[in-house]
């Protein structure tokens, strides 16, 4: 099958969710059966030691791997894979709602925008860390300072584009920063950049958060700086 030949590519960067993929994929089936659209789910596994692997590919998603640490190195493999026209990139934690994808794909998909970026509200006490909340604000009004946007949550883990900005963007960071860059190289090559809100949920399983605070948000406040 051709690249670009399928209406939507849903990406899933994975580390250890084997509890959780498989709901998250489902539910993004069940989205792309209700829109009635020609789409594919891909998981990319960045070196779980957990069943993920085995679980995305019991539950009908295509699974392909990158070894190589890192969310960004994750996303760009998957980013890579992708035939979609237009790009959906979510986290497998259950933390997005994946049946109500509308408000990223449709204007992806009718031109009004090249970039889609969510931003958070918090339906659930503790779906995020006062910490993570604090930090996640006050990089995000760097940001928008820096690169002269509008975009409120730099951070948010869903996200979409179209395959065209995929190719313009030539997003390059390994870690976390990647969700920084995304942003940043959209503004600076003027693409047009939408946000709508999500619905950010707590996880249901009890698990360490694969952020770190200081470290992570060190390598955002990095890429602001210099890039």
Same mark, same amino acid.
Not at 197 to 223: A, M, N, Q, W
């Given at each position: 099958?051709?690249?670009?030949?399928?209406?939507?590519?849903?990406?899933?960067?994975?580390?250890?969710?084997?509890?959780?993929?498989?709901?998250?994929?489902?539910?993004?089936?069940?989205?792309?059966?209700?829109?009635?659209?020609?789409?594919?789910?891909?998981?990319?596994?960045?070196?779980?030691?957990?069943?993920?692997?085995?679980?995305?590919?019991?539950?009908?998603?295509?699974?392909?791997?990158?070894?190589?640490?890192?969310?960004?190195?994750?996303?760009?493999?998957?980013?890579?894979?992708?035939?979609?026209?237009?790009?959906?990139?979510?986290?497998?934690?259950?933390?997005?709602?994946?049946?109500?994808?509308?408000?990223?794909?449709?204007?992806?998909?009718?031109?009004?925008?090249?970039?889609?970026?969510?931003?958070?509200?918090?339906?659930?006490?503790?779906?995020?860390? !006062?910490?993570?909340?604090?930090?996640?604000?006050?990089?995000?009004?760097?940001?928008? !300072?820096?690169?002269?946007?509008?975009?409120?949550?730099?951070?948010?883990?869903?996200?979409?584009?179209?395959?065209?900005?995929?190719?313009?963007?030539?997003?390059?960071?390994?870690?976390?920063?990647?969700?920084?860059?995304?942003?940043?190289?959209?503004?600076?090559?003027?693409?047009?950049?939408?946000?709508?809100?999500?619905?950010?949920?707590?996880?249901?399983?009890?698990?360490?958060?694969?952020?770190?605070?200081?470290?992570?948000?060190?390598?955002?406040?990095?890429?602001?700086?210099?890039?």
């Amino acid at each position: 099958m051709e690249k670009n030949s399928l209406e939507l590519s849903i990406v899933m960067p994975c580390l250890n969710e084997e509890k959780t993929v498989g709901h998250c994929i489902d539910e993004a089936k069940k989205f792309i059966e209700k829109k009635e659209i020609n789409a594919e789910i891909i998981v990319v596994d960045n070196g779980s030691t957990d069943d993920s692997e085995k679980e995305a590919a019991k539950h009908g998603a295509k699974v392909i791997r990158e070894d190589r640490p890192g969310y960004g190195r994750a996303i760009r493999r998957g980013l890579k894979s992708a035939r979609g026209s237009v790009i959906i990139i979510c986290d497998c934690d259950m933390t997005y709602d994946l049946y109500h994808l509308e408000d990223i794909l449709e204007p992806l998909k009718n031109g009004e925008y090249d970039v889609m970026i969510g931003y958070r509200k918090c339906s659930e006490k503790g779906a995020i860390r !006062l910490s993570h909340r604090i930090g996640a604000g006050g990089l995000s009004a760097l940001g928008r !300072l820096k690169y002269h946007t509008d975009v409120k949550d730099f951070h948010c883990g869903l996200r979409g584009l179209t395959s065209e900005a995929n190719r313009e963007l030539k997003l390059r960071t390994k870690g976390m920063e990647f969700a920084t860059e995304m942003i940043a190289k959209a503004a600076q090559n003027n693409l047009n950049i939408g946000q709508t809100e999500v619905s950010l949920k707590k996880c249901p399983y009890g698990r360490e958060s694969k952020l770190r605070t200081i470290r992570d948000g060190f390598r955002h406040l990095v890429y602001i700086l210099f890039f």
